[in-house]
Structures are given as C-alpha cells and as structure tokens.
C-alpha cells in the first residue's frame, strides 16, 4: 500500500500534530508499506494576503522550503524513518502528487487542495485532529469534514462532532495517538520530585498560557516554595514573572528529563485541544495532570482518577488544584502513578494497527458520497 500524506509545512520545530503524521509514518513503512509526506510551503490564499502584513513570514517559508531541498535539512526534533520519502514543494500542483492508494488531508486547507485536484491520485482520507475553527471560517472548516473522504479522528469528542455534522459511521473512526513509550518515560521517582510545576507555553489565545500564568501567580501566593517551568518555540515572554524559569524551544530529551521529570505536577489551561499530546508525554514522564476540560484530555484523564480537571478559562480552579496537589502529596503520587499506568494503554503501534485495518478495508470499498450539507 502507497499512502502520501500532505503537511500544511514544514515544522523546523515541534508541534503535535506534525508528530502524529510522522509516528504513523514511521509505523506504516515499518510494516512494508511505502510512505511520502509532501510539506508545503504555502497554503493557497497566503500569496494574496497583504505583503506588509505577511511578507516576512511568505520569504521564510519559501526560504525554508529552498532550504530543504538543496540542503536536504532532516526534522531535528523527531524521528522519521529514512525509508519515508519527504518532498517539499511552493504548492500542491497535480504533478507534485504522486499515484497512491491513500492520499492524506491533514487540515481545512490541505483538504480543500485535495477536493480541487482533478487527477485521481488515490482513495482521499482525512486525519482529523481539531476541530479547526480556530484557523479558518467554520463553514469552510466544516464543509472539509462533510466532503467525500474516509475521516480518521483522534478523539471521541471529535468523533462525536462528525457525527453531528451528520457523518456516517462507516465513514469515520475514532483512533486516539499514541505515545512512544520508550522515549516518554520516568527518569525520576515520582514520590521525590519537588513541587515544581510544568507548562507548555505558547501565544496562541486559545491555548490559555495567560489564564495558566495567573493560576501559578495566585498559587505562588499561597505557596512561597512553589516553582514553575516553562517551555515554548518562542523566546521567553518579557511578561512572565521572574520566579519562573523558561526554555526556548529545548531538545525533547530536555523536555522528558529537565522539565516533565523534574515537576512533580503539569498544567494544561487549554481552552481547546484536539488531544492534548504534551499532557499525555508529561503523563507518560510521571508528572499529576492538573487540566481544563479542553475535549482532547478526556481520551486519558479522569478526574479525580488520572487528573484533576476544571472548565476552562477560570484560573481560579486551576491555581486551586495546583494548591491542593502540593499540599497533599499523597494525592499527588496516587493521581500521578494512575495516570502513568492509565497512558501505557495508548502506543503508536496499537493505532497503527487499527489505521492500517481501517485504510486497507476502505481501499477496497467504493469512496464515500459526497454528504448533503444539510443533513
């Protein structure tokens, strides 16, 4: 089986949703299947955008793609497979698409692009992983979920909006992410870490990193010993309190042992999340999950169980339930030891093995019918 996957970039530092197509890259060849990933260098529309507005960030994806394939630069931050063929291109024209049996969407954008191409280059999937209203029109954002592909979708909160969109359950499954369990490990006891707590941070209004800072502010408050790391891909925010350290863009073996292994607790103030990656690898590491209920935490974390959850957007909650984790230990070590056995369940080889089943039983199907919008 021929699958080719199409990335809305190229990630010259980590994101999550980049890690998830590469993970089932590196599964799938390792299985005999062949495997490209196209990386574009821009989304159709970004050229008609103002250039004082969007000039400087065009001339760098265009230089990142230049760079790529006249340096054959490699993702630093992940592994891929040297097996898997990654093509970088200025667009998504018919003769940049290679004949496959599978061909990947893995955004509104991406698959908006597959719709128009004319030239059948495969059985058209989607691997859904947010519901992506936040980067798009939701009428164009929900008319890719509608279009005539076989979905794949990485929560059941998502599953759960498909089918409220009115697709067919032969149309879709849910497959939650794994996580690399070899990588993603304890380093330290999880009964003789100090009362740290770690966050990811980023400028994104809907990944809540203001409402997150708040919480560990009025926690501080209460508790002088407290400590707070944070990491991120961008340099260290002039807003941010001086007590908390800060890592700008750290190699992933400094995020398992420096910041997840040396926190005892870690903070997602998510307002959304398709699956919340870092909370689960910082679960994974050993770490109390204290989270929003963001939708993606829910795959893996049940409070009071795995993971202490609030609503979103109330600081309050959050910076409550980083008090009473440090001020109860007990319960610190018993959410964080549930938790680490609770994450074991999810790997990337069990979700390989139910995309591989899913993609080799659709292959063999007529494609699915273009939904009525209505319905």
Request: proline share 7%; glycine share 6%; net charge positive.
């Amino acid at each position: 089986m021929k699958v080719v996957f199409i990335l809305p970039g190229y990630p010259c530092k980590p994101s999550g949703g980049f890690r998830v197509v590469y993970e089932y890259s590196n599964q799938l060849v390792d299985r005999g299947h062949k495997i490209v990933i196209i990386h574009l260098a821009r989304l159709p529309g970004e050229g008609n955008s103002s250039l004082l507005k969007n000039g400087y960030r065009l001339l760098m994806r265009n230089a990142t793609y230049l760079r790529n394939v006249f340096c054959e630069r490699k993702i630093g931050w992940q592994f891929v497979d040297p097996r898997i063929q990654m093509i970088y291109v200025i667009d998504l024209a018919p003769h940049h698409i290679p004949e496959a049996d599978v061909i990947f969407a893995t955004s509104w954008q991406t698959a908006e692009i597959i719709l128009k191409c004319l030239v059948c280059k495969g059985k058209k999937f989607y691997l859904i992983q947010h519901y992506e209203v936040w980067s798009g029109p939701k009428e164009r954002v929900e008319a890719t979920w509608r279009a005539p592909f076989y979905k794949v979708v990485i929560a059941r909160w998502l599953y759960e909006k498909g089918l409220d969109l009115g697709i067919l359950e032969e149309e879709m499954i849910h497959i939650p992410n794994g996580i690399n369990h070899e990588f993603f490990k304890i380093v330290k006891p999880i009964d003789q870490r100090p009362p740290t707590v770690a966050m990811m941070y980023s400028h994104l209004d809907w990944k809540g990193a203001t409402d997150g800072i708040k919480a560990l502010e009025l926690a501080k408050n209460k508790l002088p010993q407290l400590q707070a790391i944070l990491f991120g891909s961008r340099r260290r925010p002039l807003s941010l309190p001086h007590w908390i350290r800060y890592f700008q863009n750290p190699p992933q073996a400094v995020i398992r042992d420096q910041i997840y292994n040396a926190s005892s607790i870690y903070l997602c103030p998510s307002w959304t999340e398709g699956w919340a990656l870092p909370s689960a690898e910082a679960m994974a590491c050993g770490c109390a999950v204290i989270s929003t209920d963001n939708g993606g935490i829910r795959d893996y974390a049940v409070h009071e169980e795995t993971a202490l959850i609030s609503p979103p957007k109330t600081p309050e909650a959050l910076a409550r339930n980083i008090i009473r984790l440090v001020e109860n230990d007990a319960l610190r070590i018993m959410l964080a030891q549930a938790g680490h056995q609770n994450i074991q369940r999810f790997t990337w080889k069990q979700s390989a093995d139910f995309l591989e089943r899913f993609l080799m039983e659709k292959i063999k199907t007529h494609p699915p019918t273009a939904l009525d919008h209505n319905r």
